[in-house]
């Protein structure tokens, strides 16, 4: 006789699923969640499946302890998907099903309602409707929208999709009791999709008739647009096509807190339906849009990496913006890209993704040239603003004062004389990224990783950016104790400083992670930016992203040589992008904007191609190099990295691990060390790396296949952290 056995995914490091005896009068939906005994604790675990035979003698399995769920939270596709996911990247199955939960269910027994929380109208409240406060417009906004609503009631969702900023208006009006807090029912968001669109101009039209051609089944398309050519609009007006089909709309977005302009057109557009998952949000507010997109109460989810995971009911087109950025790869933990993943998932959903760049990967470029992806290009600005003219800036001989030139200083002070705003882009925070003493040679270096701990003036630290270890900055130098300590190079802060002195009678505003570390400060920020005429504005990478600045016409780019010369092979890929990001952030109004780059190496090969023919051309010319050395997208990858407390250990652990790889001589792979990380030690730990490449990713996947398993098994493991990164994005 059979007995039915339920198969549960635990998140547990092992490559495995785990037998449980189902209870006599219990019923245990795939699917569902399942409290078990597990070693020698409890653990929450997902039923993936019910079988009537074990591996394991019946007698010894344990009985389910508890049912979580009554329906199940996970569908059979959405199981599938996670093992595909976890077979693709060598991961735990467990880990990987428990990263598509929301937190809160990996450890709460008892799923929020859909519906939650909300707000309405007491019965003072609707008193007071005849009479609005007047002197409070913000709270007589908000008293006048609830009162227009159904049961003059709303979620928090719309009603920050409605009424932004309000946060202060709400607080008043709850304590003077004239609107409350309130549980509400589960119900689907209201469409309300705004149909008229912008005006699209030929390029954006073409490229949204063939992308509405492709619904309803699977295809891959790469929108390949110059910065400010629209292609916002174009996944506007393809979404609300969707939704008005009846479908549900994923978008992914490098980091939520970076692209709020966006997110605020999609809501403007496509109302509350547009729900976000990000980091910024509390547990249970992650979890009811979990639950929201499963259900499909709501129909759009714009979210950060992890969204991918996120089931939703009636998937109808996949969205990844910025598709280069290297924040869709997790880099640490289970390594997924979620790029990558989001073309899975929409095969297996049977529906078209759209992956959008003005500087398109190698790889998805490849990927179209080679036929597999459809090429749309935008080659225009919107609304006819110009390209911005870019210019190299030879500063070799060249005295610069906090990293710039006379020339540029001389460019900024023009463009502020005649109102422009004006961006300066150096992509390192802090003062400067080294304290020196000048009579010994002391350097600022990290005890405990191969790195210099970065001088933050302003809060008084050396502090590493590589593991986090801060101090004191010293007064005198630790090693002479001389009094002759000083800073070398520029971070934003010095830049700050800087400017500040040099341009006082202007607003000066700093964006990297230290200045908006604080919630709503980068917004904050960028308001006073639109309300000024002639500004400066001074930061990192943060700035590429995304932002519209239409009184840009000047952005001057400190430094461009740091990805130049790098160790890793895709260094200056990332130079480009980010170049022409911040380029396109200059003349987006109507004036025309010009970017000036300095840098020591102006006959650099592909700095002249970027500067002179573009991303496109540059990108060319990075494939050929890339082909020639059979580098990704010409072979495939996987890392497998191993740090331990002695530099031995880890290097025993993957000379064992070679050792057995090059036994099992699967044709067509290569392995490259084990040889350490080009940085050897970070946090106190020596890290080795050995780089496995093949030419042919079935290849590369048949040595993989077996490869946890051995590792995990070999005798030098135990003394080392070890991880397996396939299609790495950087080898550091
Ligand atoms: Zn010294
Ligand atoms: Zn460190």
């Given at each position: 006789?059979t007995?039915p056995?339920?198969?549960?995914a ?8 785990f037998?449980y ?6 019923d245990?939906?795939?699917g569902?969640?399942v409290r078990v ?6 653990a929450?675990g997902?039923v ?10 019946v007698d010894r399995?344990?009985p389910?302890e ?7 939270l996970?569908?059979s596709h ?13 991961h735990?199955?467990g880990?990987?099903?428990a990263?598509?939960?929301?937190l809160?269910?990996?450890?709460a027994?008892?799923a ?9 109208l007491t019965?003072?409240g609707l ?6 406060p007047a002197?409070?417009p ?10 227009g609503r159904?049961?003059a009631?709303a979620?928090l969702a719309?009603?920050?999709a409605a ?10 009006l709850r304590?003077k009791g004239?609107i409350e807090q ?6 689907a968001d209201?469409?309300?999709v705004?149909p008229e669109g ?14 509405q051609t ?7 398309s790469?929108?390949?647009g110059?910065?400010?050519?629209g ?6 007006q393809?979404a609300?096509?969707v939704?008005e089909?009846g479908?549900s709309v994923?978008?992914l977005?490098?980091?939520?807190s970076?692209t709020p302009?966006?997110?605020q ?8 339906t ?20 499963r259900l499909?109460?709501s129909q759009?989810?714009?979210?950060t990496?992890?969204?991918i ?11 990844v913006?910025e ?6 790869k997790q ?12 073309i899975?998932r929409?095969?297996r959903?049977?529906c078209p ?7 398109p ?9 080679a036929?597999r992806?459809?090429?749309?290009r935008?080659?225009r600005r919107?609304?006819?603003a110009l390209?911005?003219?870019v ?6 001989d060249?005295p610069?004062?906090?990293?710039m030139?006379q020339?540029?200083l ?5 463009a502020?004389?005649?109102g422009?705003?004006?961006?300066l882009f150096?992509n ?11 009579s010994?040679?002391w350097?600022?270096?990290c005890p405990?990783?191969?790195a ?10 050396l502090w590493?950016?590589h ?9 005198t130098c630790?090693d002479?104790g001389a009094?002759?300590?000083h ?8 830049l700050?400083?800087?400017l500040?002195q ?9 964006v990297?992670?230290d200045?908006t ?5 980068l917004?904050?920020?960028l308001?006073r ?7 400066l504005l001074?930061?990192t990478?943060?700035l590429a992203k995304?932002?519209?600045?239409p009184?840009?016409t000047?952005v001057?780019?400190?430094d461009?040589d ?15 992008q980010?170049?022409v ?9 109507d ?7 300095q ?7 592909l700095l002249?191609?970027?500067v002179?023919?573009?991303?496109r051309a540059?990108a060319q010319?990075a ?9 990704p997208p010409?072979?495939?990858?996987a890392?497998l990295?191993?740090?331990?407390t002695?530099?031995?250990s880890a290097?025993a652990?993957?000379?064992q691990?070679?050792?057995w790889?090059r036994?099992q001589?699967v ?11 080009p940085?050897?030690?970070r946090a106190?730990r020596?890290?080795?790396h050995?780089l496995?490449?093949a030419d ?5 996947h048949?040595?993989?296949?077996q ?10 493991a135990?003394?080392?952290?070890w991880s397996l990164d396939v ?6």
């Open positions: 006789m007995v056995i339920a198969r549960v635990i998140a547990a490091p092992l490559h495995s699923l037998d005896l189902i209870p006599a009068h219990g245990v939906p795939v569902a969640r005994s597990f070693g020698r604790t409890r929450i997902v993936t499946a019910i079988v009537g035979e074990s591996g394991c003698p399995l344990k389910i508890a049912v979580l769920d009554r329906e199940p996970l569908q959405d199981l599938d998907f996670l093992t595909w996911v976890a077979g693709y990247y060598h735990p199955v880990e990987v099903i990263t598509a939960l929301p809160r269910l990996r450890k027994e008892v929020l309602a859909p519906g939650g929380t909300g707000w309405r019965a003072l008193v007071r409707l005849g009479a609005l002197r409070a913000r709270q007589a906004e908000v008293l006048a929208w609830l009162g159904p049961d009631e979620s719309e009603l920050r009424l932004p900023d309000n946060a202060a208006a709400i607080r008043a304590d004239w309130t549980t509400l029912d589960a119900r209201r469409m309300t705004a912008l005006q699209l101009n030929d390029e954006q039209a073409d490229a949204l008739a063939s992308l492709d619904l309803g089944g699977f295809s891959v790469l929108l390949d110059v910065t400010g050519s292609k916002t609009e174009v996944y506007l393809l609300a096509a939704l089909a479908h994923l978008v977005v490098p980091e939520i970076l302009q966006l997110l057109r999609f809501r403007e557009r496509l109302g509350a547009v729900r976000v998952m990000h980091s910024g949000l509390s547990d249970s507010e992650r979890e009811q849009t979990w639950h929201r997109l499909g109460l759009v989810l714009l979210g990496r992890s969204s995971f996120t089931p939703i009911r009636g998937l109808g087109l996949v969205l913006d598709e280069h950025d290297p924040s869709f880099m640490e933990g289970f390594r997924y890209s979620a790029r990558d993943l989001a899975v929409a095969q959903a049977g993704v759209v992956l959008g760049s003005a500087t990967s190698l790889e998805t470029l490849r990927n179209a040239q036929g992806y459809r090429h749309l935008l080659d919107a609304g006819g390209s911005p003219a210019d190299l800036l030879d500063i070799r060249q610069l004062q906090s990293g030139s020339l540029l001389d460019r900024v002070s023009a502020l004389a005649q422009a705003q004006v961006i150096l390192r925070r802090g003062y400067s990224p080294v304290l020196s003493c000048f010994c040679g350097l600022s270096d405990r990783c191969d210099r701990q970065t001088l933050h003036k302003s809060s008084g630290l590493c950016h593991c986090g270890a801060q101090r004191r900055v010293p007064l630790p002479c009094e002759d300590l800073p070398l190079g520029q971070g934003t802060e010095q700050e400083d800087f500040a040099h341009f006082a009678e202007y607003p000066l505003i700093r990297d992670r200045a570390a604080r919630k709503g400060s917004d904050r920020l308001d930016l639109h309300k000024a005429d002639a500004a001074v930061g990478q943060m995304g932002h519209h600045f009184r840009v000047l001057g780019v400190l461009a740091g990805g130049l010369y790098s160790a890793d092979f895709r260094a200056t890929e990332r130079m480009a980010l170049l990001q911040v380029a396109g952030r200059a003349g987006r109004g004036r025309p904007g010009r970017v000036l780059i840098t020591r190496y102006p006959d650099h090969p002249q191609t970027l002179r023919k573009g991303y540059f010319q494939l050929l190099e890339r082909q020639a050395a059979s580098m010409y072979s495939h990858q890392l990295r191993a740090d331990a002695r530099l031995e290097q652990f993957l000379d691990v070679a050792g790889a036994q001589d044709a067509g792979v290569e392995l490259w060390g084990p040889v350490p990380a940085m050897a030690r106190g020596h890290r080795v050995l496995i490449q042919r990713r079935d290849a590369l048949g040595l993989l296949q490869l946890p398993a051995h590792a995990a098994d070999m005798p030098t135990k003394r080392v952290r299609d790495p994005l950087d080898l550091y």
